[in-house]
């Protein structure tokens, strides 16, 4: 086993205290901490500790030995770590967006190479050629948008801002509405929104709203957007609003349209920068591709609580790339495994000694990257949670 070190991304929505005092750093300068990356994605490898100091980043150390690290089967289907594990502190909402399937992206990326749009551009809809599915396990109160609401008829008939454009959902069901909305030119947007926008803001800044509430949602986005009524705006009102518990999770695929709101997560995901954008972002948005790109089918949220597999809770998902579990252990209660995959083993909170090629003490946040067949051991000297994020074989 390796102990490896992630990468803190610094962007806009991020918080400022809940990755600081996980890592005991001092953020006196309120710098946003929004994300910690555990894995090899180019934007941000984690770092592995060899000895006496020296150390290199998780893709050398993989890509050095693939059918050691790796195993062969993860090393023949995917030729390398398939998945990137993160901690996410979300203070303000992030886009509303889609992934594309495996298929699509792989078309995309050949695509726009041979448009030969540089990978960096910002305008660049498809950065590689993977699917992005993710789920997430909620540390905190966790709200996020998930899918099309099953009520839409409902909402539409609720807010007189939709009112108007009921026959567009009664002729072309989801898509159509949904389509022309995304579509509307800002200055129709504006006036379509205004009287809406005025009143919400005003229960939203004197603390009468909801958070179940779209108006909620909506009112944050315009007062934090600095008064911008953006068309992000009309995800909020179609979408499902969920809120999730402490150790609850959520699996979100592709085509599912979507965006976190507030709290703390851990997140697992496809090894992947696919994005299409529709809305609550300054960044590039395809509104075509995005429609192309997206399932209009009414979403019943699937709210995982996890199950037991072991002594591991589980949170199933549809895919290949990955697998999460999450352990809570009790103060001088003692666990061995071995693995049959690649995986990376996250002390999210406590304290404990591990045993296996070496024996190391993690005290708070520490990760460990650890090799398929490997034994390994861990005995808690305190209450520890642990995430294991892995291949499933």
């Known amino acids: 086993m390796y102990r490896i070190k992630g990468v803190v991304q610094h962007y806009d929505w991020g918080g400022n205290t809940f990755l600081p005092s996980l890592f005991n750093v001092d953020n006196s300068n309120k710098k946003p901490f929004a994300e910690y990356w555990l894995g ?13 100091g020296a150390k290199t980043t998780l893709s050398n150390l993989l890509n050095a030995d693939k059918p050691k690290h790796l195993g062969s ?46 990978l960096d551009a910002p305008h660049r809809n498809y950065k590689d050629d993977n699917h992005k599915p993710e789920v997430m396990v909620a540390l905190s109160e966790f709200w996020l948008l998930h ?6 008829s409902e909402r539409i008939i609720q807010y007189p801002f939709l009112q108007k454009f009921s026959a567009y959902f009664e002729k072309g069901g989801i898509k159509g509405l949904y389509q022309f909305l995304m579509e509307l030119p800002q200055d129709q947007i504006d006036e379509i929104l205004h009287e ?4 919400i803001t005003e229960h939203y800044k004197k603390g009468d709203l909801d958070k179940s509430s779209p108006d909620f949602w909506a009112a944050r986005a315009i007062v934090n957007g600095g008064g911008k009524l953006d068309r992000g705006i009309f995800s909020i009102y179609l979408f499902n609003i969920i809120k999730l518990l402490p150790g609850e999770g959520i699996f979100q695929g592709a085509r599912m349209p979507h965006a976190y709101l507030e709290g703390q997560n851990i997140e697992l995901m496809a090894n992947s920068d696919n ?3 529709a809305g609550l972002t300054p960044k590039h948005m395809d509104i075509p591709e995005l429609l192309a790109n997206t ?44 693995l049959d995959a690649p995986s990376i083993m996250l002390v999210l909170k406590g304290q404990g000694k591990w045993s296996g090629t070496a024996e190391r003490i993690s005290t708070g946040t520490d990760a460990f990257f650890v090799d398929p067949g490997e034994k390994v051991g861990f005995r808690a000297t305190e209450n520890t949670l642990l995430f294991r994020a892995s291949v499933p074989l």
């Open 73 to 118: 089967a993860v090393w023949n289907r995917f030729n390398g770590l398939p998945f990137l594990l993160k901690i996410l502190d979300v203070r303000d909402m992030l886009s509303i967006q889609v992934h594309p399937n495996k298929m699509d992206a792989e078309k995309g990326f050949i695509r726009e190479n041979d448009l030969k749009i540089p």
């Open 295 to 338: 399932d209009f089918v009414e979403t019943i949220p699937s709210i995982m609580k996890g199950g037991l597999n072991g002594d591991w809770v589980h949170y199933p998902c549809p895919v290949e790339d990955f697998s999460i579990s999450s352990l809570d252990m009790a103060p001088h209660q003692e666990k061995e495994w071995t």
């Open 196 to 199: 809406h926008a005025v009143k």
């Open 147 to 152: 899918g099309f609401a099953h009520n839409i």
């Open 275 to 277: 994005v299409l954008r």
């Open 40 to 52: 090899v994605h180019a934007g941000g490898p984690a770092e592995v500790e060899l000895g006496e």
